[in-house]
């Protein structure tokens, strides 16, 4: 996938058996999005759709192809109309030229485009991913992405070796700095040049860090997603899994909603007893020591009470029992 297509141009269909359809892409930046010609995503949206993608229909069809086994273009077609980058690319296209990028991906330059896909998959598994994962445990911490990013090793973020696994080494994208939008709002975009997607899934991850954004992983469905600016979502937008109409960020509202619900209670219940059996100590019932061991084993039950959600009454009959075991020892 990487020569990146233009298939929204008839003139790349010309000649060449179908195989002329391929151009340098340009891709442009500016103000946190990426502009990729026929659709515009925040930057880093369209690595994070990679992140969530299943690569195992690609691969099967890759060993397919590598046992000189030919793969239909109608399965192609298919293949390239749910993958990211190419899936919105394919659903603005008429059925018969959807099949004419099967045939394309196909044939072109020997297999190069199956090279960089492979790339990409690579890149995913063995850096990005494992980087995310650390952008997701230092947003558990309470620490900021940046904090992440200083305890990693030197040359982590440098331009990965794209031509390691192809036939052609690739160079560095350069980058050069446009006016767009003239007659409207005028803005600055850094504009590049592009042959691979490998390529561009690296300028989505530097420009999203450039922009002050990370990825992080939705507690709810696990799939990862870009928070907005200035917010720490736990959950994602999407429709939850088993839903028909419920986003995981609804179901994650109402978890929050029963968790608070429940620790009220819960606090409520722990106060009560707690002024109960101190009462204990200034009545002389109890001695401080008595009153000691009652609040320790307490609060290991209070934690579990709001972990577990219990219900009032039920935390309120634990803390008597404790009470009971205080005031008469086996």
């Given at each position: ?23 340098r ?29 299943d ?50 991906f196909?044939?072109?330059?020997r297999?190069?485009l ?17 980087l ?24 982590t ?38 042959t ?25 469905c696990?799939?990862f ?11 994602c937008?999407r ?10 960020r ?31 100590v ?14 320790e ?20 009959d634990e ?12």
């Amino acid at each position: 996938m990487g020569a990146l297509l233009n298939w929204d141009r008839d003139d790349h269909f010309a000649v060449d058996h179908g195989i002329s359809g391929i151009s340098r892409k340009t891709v442009q930046y500016y103000g946190g999005m990426v502009d990729l010609g026929f659709a515009a995503y925040p930057a880093g949206e369209l690595l994070c759709q990679f992140l969530n993608y299943d690569p195992s229909v690609f691969f099967a069809m890759k060993r397919q192809r590598d046992g000189r086994i030919p793969v239909p273009p109608e399965q192609l077609a298919a293949l390239l109309s749910e993958m990211p980058y190419y899936r919105e690319l394919m659903a603005q296209l008429e059925p018969d030229r959807r099949l004419l990028c099967g045939q394309l991906f196909s044939q072109y330059q020997r297999g190069i485009l199956w090279q960089d896909t492979e790339a990409c998959f690579q890149l995913i598994e063995n850096r990005y991913l494992p980087l995310t994962n650390q952008f997701f445990q230092a947003n558990e911490d309470g620490r900021t992405t940046l904090s992440a990013l200083a305890s990693l090793p030197e040359g982590t973020l440098d331009s990965p070796a794209l031509g390691a696994s192809l036939r052609t080494p690739v160079a560095r994208p350069e980058p050069a700095f446009v006016i767009r939008d003239r007659k409207t709002e005028p803005k600055l975009a850094e504009q590049y040049r592009l042959t691979r997607l490998s390529e561009l899934l690296y300028l989505e991850l530097i420009h999203l860090l450039f922009s002050g954004g990370s990825i992080q992983k939705c507690r709810n469905c696990g799939r990862f997603f870009l928070p907005e600016r200035g917010y720490s979502y736990r959950y994602c937008s999407r429709v939850a899994p088993g839903e028909s109409e419920r986003t995981c960020r609804d179901i994650g509202a109402a978890r929050a909603r029963q968790n608070k619900l429940a620790g009220s209670t819960v606090l409520t219940v722990y106060q009560r007893a707690y002024k109960r059996y101190y009462a204990r100590v200034l009545k002389q019932r109890w001695s401080k020591e008595q009153f000691q061991r009652w609040q320790e084993a307490a609060q290991r039950v209070r934690r579990e009470a709001e972990a577990s959600h219990w219900s009032g009454q039920q935390l309120e009959d634990e803390l008597r029992g404790l009470a009971e075991n205080v005031s008469h020892p086996e």
